[in-house]
């Protein structure tokens, strides 16, 4: 099964904030530099999610 690059950041962004944000908002650059994301690309993911 093909999984496209979006697809596949935002399943990663969505499980970080799963893992680590039920005790306080988290940020973008927070989810960014845990998962080794680029920010503005993920930006644009998070904003259709």
Known sequence: MKV???GD???R???SLAL???DRPTSVKEIA???GL???Y???ILLAV
Do not use: D, I, K
Request: overall charge neutral; glycine content about 4%; proline content about 10%.
């Open 20 to 22: 680590h944000g039920l």
């Open 13 to 15: 962004a969505l499980l």
């Open 38 to 40: 680029p920010q503005p």
């Open 33 to 35: 530099e845990r998962t």
């Open 4 to 6: 496209s690059t979006r």
């Open 42 to 44: 993920l930006e644009q």
């Open 9 to 11: 950041y935002a399943a």
